[in-house]
């Protein structure tokens, strides 16, 4: 992250993607996507295992996720913050995530949300 990655919208999530607060997110910054609200989105905590391919909601009823975000580039949302320790915590490495995403390292979400205009928490 350096001083050139503002964006008007931060959206944070912290569940696994088999919640509803989780669904919300990613729905939430899919439509300021398509808004061209600048969105971006920050994983935390348990949210970095909606990154883990091979993910099937159906035997649960659930929806999966998971499927939505090699999308995200379609919705203009190009850049998806991670972060590092709860990566670390659940033994991910990049390659084994969905897709590409920026590491955030101690210190550096503060920078993002006060670099933002809104950030919502899910």
């Known amino acids: 992250m350096n001083a050139t990655d503002t964006h008007k919208l931060v959206f944070i999530a912290r569940r696994s993607g088999w919640t509803?607060?989780?669904?919300?997110?990613?729905?939430?910054?899919?439509?300021?996507?398509?808004?061209?609200?600048?969105?971006?989105?920050?994983?935390?905590?348990?949210?970095?295992?909606?990154?883990?391919?091979e993910q099937n909601g159906e035997t649960l009823g659930l929806k999966t996720l998971a499927r939505q975000f090699p999308a995200l580039e379609l919705y203009g949302i190009d850049t998806v913050y991670v972060d590092e320790v709860a990566l670390q915590e659940r033994g991910l490495a990049d390659a084994d995530l969905l897709i590409p995403v920026k590491r955030l390292h101690t210190g550096q979400l503060a920078t993002l949300v006060a670099a933002a205009a809104t950030t919502l928490v899910f």
Do not use: N, R, S, Y
């Open 20 to 53: 509803a607060a989780a669904a919300a997110c990613l729905e939430t910054t899919l439509i300021a996507g398509v808004f061209e609200m600048q969105p971006v989105l920050v994983l935390l905590d348990d949210a970095v295992t909606q990154l883990i391919p």
